[in-house]
T-cell receptor, first 111, second 111 residues
Framework: GQQLNQSPQSMFIQEGEDVSMNCTSS?????WLWYKQDPGEGPVLLIA?????ELTSNGRLTAQFGITRKDSFLNISASIPSDVGIYFC???????????FGTGTRLKVLA | DGGITQSPKYLFRKEGQNVTLSCEQN?????MYWYRQDPGQGLRLIYY???????QKGDIAEGYSVSREKKESFPLTVTSAQKNPTAFYLC??????????FGSGTQLSVL
C-alpha cells in the first residue's frame, strides 16, 4: 500500500533543542494528522489539520498543513526527555475511509 | 471514559490455532480499522469497516478474518493460514475522514 515519505527517519537531539520533521505525499489530502507512539503502546493523536496553510499548536508542538495540500510539518520546541518516541503523520481525503501513513521519525533526546 | 479498548494486551498462538483479538469503542464512530505493525515498520491495513455488517479487505487481509455485528465491536481473528502472525496489532476508529483514534494494541507471538 501507499506510504507517505517522512523525514528525517531518525534524529538525536540535545534536551532544549527544537525539532522539525515533515511528511510529503504524491496525493492531495483534506486532513493531516500527527501522532506519537511509545514502545508497546498505541499511537496518540497530537494534532489534526483540516485546511491548507493552517498552523495549529498543542503545547510545545506546532504543525502546519502545507499550501499544496501534499505536505505537512511538525515542530517541537524546547525538547525534553519524554519527547522520545516515534512520530508519524497520516493523511486522508474527504469522503474516503483509508488513511495513508508516514514511515515515522524516531526521536531520541539526549539529556 | 471514552475510547478504544483492545484485549488482551499479550497473546500467544500455537501452531495451527486460530486466535481472536478484541476491539471495542464507545466513541460512536462508524468506521473501525485493524492495522498490523512489525518492528521498525509502519502501519499496514488489514481490514476496515465503514458500517455495521460490512467490511473491506485492506492491503494484507490474507490469513485474517473480521466481523462487524455491532457498531461498537470489531474483532479480528488471526487464522492458521497466517504463517507469520507475530506482530503488534492496532485497532482504530473514526468518523469518515476525521480524526483517527487508536487502541493500546495487542502483541501477538507464536509459541
Amino acid at each position: 500500500g501507499q506510504q507517505l515519505n517522512q523525514s528525517p527517519q531518525s534524529m538525536f537531539i540535545q534536551e532544549g533543542e527544537d525539532v522539525s520533521m515533515n511528511c510529503t505525499s504524491s496525493s492531495i489530502f483534506n486532513t493531516w494528522l500527527w501522532y506519537k507512539q511509545d514502545p508497546g503502546e498505541g499511537p496518540v493523536l497530537l494534532i489534526a489539520l483540516y485546511k491548507a496553510g493552517e498552523l495549529t499548536s498543542n503545547g510545545r508542538l506546532t504543525a502546519q498543513f502545507g499550501i499544496t495540500r501534499k505536505d505537512s510539518f511538525l515542530n517541537i520546541s524546547a525538547s525534553i526527555p519524554s519527547d522520545v518516541g516515534i512520530y508519524f503523520c497520516a493523511g486522508i481525503t474527504s469522503g474516503t475511509y483509508k488513511y495513508i501513513f508516514g514511515t515515522g521519525t524516531r526521536l531520541k533526546v539526549l539529556a | 471514559d471514552g475510547g478504544i479498548t483492545q484485549s488482551p494486551k499479550y497473546l500467544f498462538r500455537k501452531e495451527g490455532q486460530n486466535v481472536t483479538l478484541s476491539c471495542e469503542q464507545n466513541l460512536n464512530h462508524d468506521a473501525m480499522y485493524w492495522y498490523r505493525q512489525d518492528p521498525g515498520q509502519g502501519l499496514r491495513l488489514i481490514y476496515y469497516s465503514q458500517i455495521v455488517n460490512d467490511f473491506q479487505k485492506g492491503d494484507i487481509a490474507e490469513g485474517y478474518s473480521v466481523s462487524r455485528e455491532k457498531k461498537e465491536s470489531f474483532p479480528l481473528t488471526v487464522t492458521s493460514a497466517q504463517k507469520n502472525p507475530t506482530a503488534f496489532y492496532l485497532c482504530a476508529s473514526s468518523s469518515a475522514g476525521e480524526k483517527l483514534f487508536f487502541g493500546s494494541g495487542t502483541q501477538l507471538s507464536v509459541l
